[in-house]
């Protein structure tokens, strides 16, 4: 029997064992899809030797970058990125194997924002400054869309902090993704620290969060008149992307 699987710490909010295991016995594929919850990355090249039968993962936080040296190959794509969520696993010979990082949030992302957007979304900020964050940056790029990340504190020239959202900022940018864990379940009373009161109809503000199902971020945003929408459409094309992927 086939094994795919997720790798990330911590699991509880995993939506891809459920899907891809209903998929599975749906399809009557001969395979099972299970968790890799592994406390610190080093612990990586132990769930590909000790599973033999493991011919691809998903990579969520907070190892989409920080199992990037641990892989053979990288696409094109992802090399841009700089992150990875989807591994194939091909195995040459009883000991040979070689990894394969591609990024599957790019395609899923892509989709599911695009039917939203309108003439006026021409400039969006990116709430936080890692994997995911990155997958939309170039995402919106490919979608002629120019964003600025959000960071909790100075980085570089490029990068605004929370306090430089000022009402012209708020203004321009009418494009607001959260690609931050913040007001993921079970913390829900929490939301991304910006101006919620500088929103309005011209908004559309995207949380790549689907637990719970309205953010607080979203609730905030929708009070004000925006377009909201969470990101378990993305996450079911990303994972019809990764089957892709590992079958191609």
């Known amino acids: 029997m086939d094994k795919y699987g997720l790798i990330g710490y911590p699991l509880g909010h995993s939506f891809s064992v459920t899907y891809f295991n209903e998929k599975f016995q749906s399809e009557n594929i001969d395979a099972e899809y299970v968790n890799f919850e592994i406390p610190r990355i080093e612990d990586f090249p132990e769930v590909v030797t000790e599973n033999i039968n493991l ?3 998903n990579v969520t936080i907070p190892y989409k970058e920080q199992v990037i040296p641990y892989l053979d190959e990288l696409d094109p794509d992802t090399a841009k990125i700089g992150a990875v969520n989807v591994i194939k696993i091909i195995r040459q010979g009883k000991a040979k194997v070689k990894l394969v990082g591609y990024n599957s949030d790019i395609i899923g992302f892509t989709q599911s924002i695009e039917p939203l957007l309108q003439p006026h979304h021409t400039k969006a900020l990116l709430l936080g400054t890692g994997g995911a964050s ?4 170039h995402g919106l790029a490919n979608l002629g869309i120019e964003s600025k990340y959000v960071s909790r504190s100075k980085r570089d020239g490029e990068t605004l902090t929370y306090a ?4 012209e900022v708020m203004a321009e940018h009418t494009i607001i993704v959260n690609c931050t864990p913040v007001g993921m379940y079970p913390k829900v009373d929490f939301c991304p620290d910006i101006p919620y009161e500088q ?3 011209q908004h559309l503000l995207y949380d790549l969060l689907y637990n719970p199902n309205e953010t607080l971020f979203m609730k905030k945003g929708r009070a ?3 377009t909201v929408k969470n ?4 996450l079911l094309l990303q994972a019809f992307a990764a089957w892709e992927i590992w079958h191609r």
Not at 134 to 137: G, S
Not at 231 to 234: D, I, Q
Request: negative net charge; contains cysteine; hydrophobic residues 40%.
């Open 199 to 201: 929103l309005t109809p």
């Open 134 to 137: 990155k997958a939309v940056y």
């Open 224 to 226: 004000q008149g925006a």
């Open 164 to 167: 430089d959202l000022t009402p």
């Open 231 to 234: 990101g378990l459409e993305m």
């Open 55 to 57: 011919c691809g993962l």
